[in-house]
């Protein structure tokens, strides 16, 4: 017979195996929202952002053309070098100190392009990115929203998932989803990120949309609202966070791209034949100027309006 004295214990283990589950179903770790829970992520913001009163925030420093950050500024876990303490990081991942300012190698580095030698930047591929045949590119078929992880080996355990991501089902998730496969968001948008699913990836999990409904709006799920208008002949440059090869020449899939990914507040779809035999699409954390330039179609996240504003 259970004894009135062990109700107590047994309330506390309940409290702490909820906990640990990450039951928790709103985005965490982008610009402007919460930081993620310890049992979410570590580090509980996006690359490149700090925490700030809880809150995920972008610093005035450190991003391309910007002066390089302070230690106060910014110090964050490396997701490159994996260190156990948290380091100085001066410049946007990517980026390298270049006379005091923070910029991107000019013709190394990206997707489809060589691999960056010692002496211009170390890593020698953009993060997310792998050496092969001394060109970078993104391992096939992992890593990315809604695909498997990669294996351990192909790029170190820090990044078995595209960095902002978490493993969760044998399959790439926002933070802060930890329990729910993608098969939403792919299905508003018509496929995942820039791939194509793994064969069997979801396949067998019951439909996710009732325990996954969030008391507010989770911008990185509700892929088509707010993904703003579609420029053509328009480029965007700089601010990228990763990029990678379409195997069919859309934009649309790289505005869906953008999208369904918390991080990208701007995208741009370069043609095929400019970078490359195949079209290439660059999300970027922040929606650079637009410039004219037949290349490419790109666009920008509208801001979200408010329910007054949307009542008028």
């Not at 490149?48 to 910007?66: D, F, Y």
């Not at 591929?125 to 992880?149: F, K, M, W, Y």
């Not at 933070?175 to 396949?203: L, M």
Request: hydrophobic residues 40%; glycine residues 10%.
């Amino acid at each position: 017979m259970l004894k009135i004295a062990s109700l107590p214990a047994l309330c506390l283990l309940a409290f702490m195996l909820l906990f640990a589950t990450g039951v928790r179903a709103d985005a965490c770790g982008a610009a402007g929202q919460r930081a993620c829970n310890i049992n979410e992520r570590i580090p509980s913001c996006d690359v490149n952002l700090v925490e700030g009163g809880g809150t995920c925030v972008r610093p005035s420093c450190g991003a391309e053309g910007q002066k390089l950050c302070t230690v106060l500024q910014r110090t964050t876990f490396n997701w490159i070098l994996m260190a156990p303490l948290p380091v100085p990081q001066p410049c946007d991942i990517n980026l390298r100190d270049v006379g005091g300012l923070c910029k991107q190698p000019a013709n190394c580095g990206r997707e489809g392009q060589p691999e960056c030698g010692v002496l211009e930047r170390i890593p020698s591929c953009d993060l997310n990115l792998v050496a092969r045949g001394g060109r970078c590119t993104h391992p096939p078929l992992c890593g990315r929203l809604g695909e498997q992880p990669c294996p351990i080996g192909m790029r170190g355990p820090a990044l078995m998932c595209d960095a902002n991501l978490v493993a969760s089902l044998n399959q790439c998730v926002a933070a802060g989803f930890v329990d729910a496969p993608v098969d939403t968001a792919a299905a508003a948008t018509g496929q995942a990120p820039g791939s194509q699913t793994p064969s069997g990836a979801g396949k067998s999990r019951p439909a996710p949309a009732l325990r996954l409904a969030p008391p507010v709006p989770a911008p990185a799920v509700t892929a088509p609202v707010g993904t703003g208008a579609m420029e053509a002949d328009t480029d965007r440059m700089g601010n990228d966070v990763y990029g990678f090869a379409l195997t069919n020449a859309d934009p649309a899939a790289c505005q869906s791209a953008c999208a369904v990914n918390a991080q990208c507040m701007a995208w741009t779809f370069v043609k095929a034949g400019i970078k490359g035999p195949a079209a290439q699409c660059y999300l970027k954390n922040a929606a650079p100027a637009p410039t004219r330039n037949s290349c490419c179609v790109s666009g920008a996240k509208a801001k979200p309006k408010s329910l007054l504003g949307s009542m008028r």
